[in-house]
């Protein structure tokens, strides 16, 4: 097992999740558990007029849930989920404080991209980040602080690469508690255009695509073992994340070979502080596409000593589509459910891959509460 006095590490605290699959955390994680699908032939048609293959949230969760936001000019559908199901999700981590002080948030964005390989730009309604930021704000049960939100723009891999920002909220700020999540969803006809014109989408006449899906997820992180979430007085830990870039990335200029070097240099900072070959599972960001699976296969291969044979490699995905930004959060989420369920101490890995360049993973441990206590407390007195 990794030295879990090495160095600080971020305990989850709550976790608040939405999918095509599940109204919340627990219901996702049981829906995955059993390989529940949220696939479905929709009407949006790709270019040769097959379906493309869709993983959405059903509409009566936006017309039941009582939420009142402001759209201003947007009138926009995606733009309103996006919306309502970071209010969902956010309200379903922190509902269980009893304390209303105002949290500080990472908050996952979209990626920069230019343009798709084919070179047409990216078009999406994803709302403006002032506009998402003042909605969650304004709803009064939600316990956010206005001047503490920082946004990261690094799309899929968001969720896991804000792990540096949180945990510098929490030890070098000072905070008790910090959120950290994303929320996203791929219902705009002209995203789902631009991707359909690279053939990445889904469909009865296409295997080697993905789903594209909508949810949100949201974890609430704390430095207090005390504070954090327990089963049988066993807590969730997040280590420092690895974090890197993939030069060969899916919309990466022509020139650029795909290695895998990025996620294999992610997952090794991860592992820096880690020994012995106790991981026991990953869960991954892997959608479908064939292309992730090759960094897969590297990063897993040139860190093998660390991992059980055989690995278990979970991808969620398989049940309620890609979510985008929101991918991080909720693997890692899922990871934290299943941990506090089983048996025994254990240590899983999550990874995250952007389309982007972006990489990270970040070991997530089950450890004994009442001796990551005595731990803190010693090294407060040496």
């Known amino acids: 097992m990794s030295d879990i006095s090495a160095t600080p590490k971020a305990y989850i605290a709550g976790i608040g999740m939405i999918t095509s699959i599940g109204a919340d955390a627990p219901s996702t994680a049981a829906a995955v558990n059993a390989e529940v699908s949220g696939y479905q032939l929709s009407s949006f048609f790709n270019k040769q007029g097959h379906p493309m293959t869709l993983s959405p949230l059903p509409d009566e969760v936006f017309t039941l849930a009582d939420i009142e936001i402001d759209d201003g000019n947007y009138g926009d559908e995606q733009a309103e989920r996006i919306i309502k199901m970071a209010i969902l999700a956010l309200y379903e981590a922190t509902?269980?404080?009893?304390?209303?002080?105002?949290?500080?948030?990472?908050?996952?964005?979209?990626?920069?991209m230019p343009s798709t390989p084919s070179g047409i730009p990216f078009c999406t309604d994803y709302p403006a980040p002032e506009k998402l930021i003042s909605n969650l704000v304004a709803q009064k049960y939600l316990p956010l602080r206005a001047d503490w939100i920082q946004r990261l723009p690094t799309g899929r891999a968001a969720g896991i690469h804000g792990l540096e920002l949180a945990m510098r909220a929490l030890y070098e700020k000072g905070h008790d508690y910090v959120l950290i999540g994303g929320s996203d969803s791929y219902r705009d006809i002209k995203r789902l255009y631009d991707l359909d014109e690279?053939?990445?989408?889904?469909?009865?006449?296409?295997?080697?695509?993905?789903?594209?899906?909508?949810g949100a997820g949201f974890l609430l992180l704390t430095r207090h073992p005390q504070l954090a979430l327990s089963q049988d007085e066993q807590i969730i830990a997040l280590h420092s994340p690895g974090i890197s870039e993939e030069s060969g990335y899916l919309y990466a200029d022509s020139d650029q070979i795909y290695r895998g070097d990025g996620l294999d240099q992610a997952f090794k900072r991860a592992l820096k502080e880690h020994s012995g070959a106790d991981i026991q599972r990953i869960y991954s960001s892997m959608n479908g596409e064939h292309y992730w699976a090759k960094e897969c296969g590297v990063a897993l291969l040139r860190s093998r000593a660390h991992f059980q044979d055989p690995i278990t490699i979970e991808h969620p995905a398989d049940c309620f589509g890609d979510l985008g930004i929101a991918t991080g959060s909720v693997l890692v989420g899922l990871t934290a459910t299943q941990l506090l369920k089983q048996p025994g101490l254990a240590t899983h890995m999550v990874y995250s891959s952007s389309d982007g360049p972006r990489r990270a993973a970040v070991l997530v441990e089950k450890i004994h509460r009442k001796t990551t206590e005595q731990e803190e407390n010693n090294d407060r007195n040496r």
């Open 198 to 214: 690279d053939e990445r989408v889904l469909a009865l006449n296409r295997t080697d695509g993905f789903a594209p899906g909508e």
């Open 95 to 112: 509902s269980h404080l009893t304390s209303r002080q105002p949290l500080p948030l990472v908050l996952g964005m979209p990626e920069a």
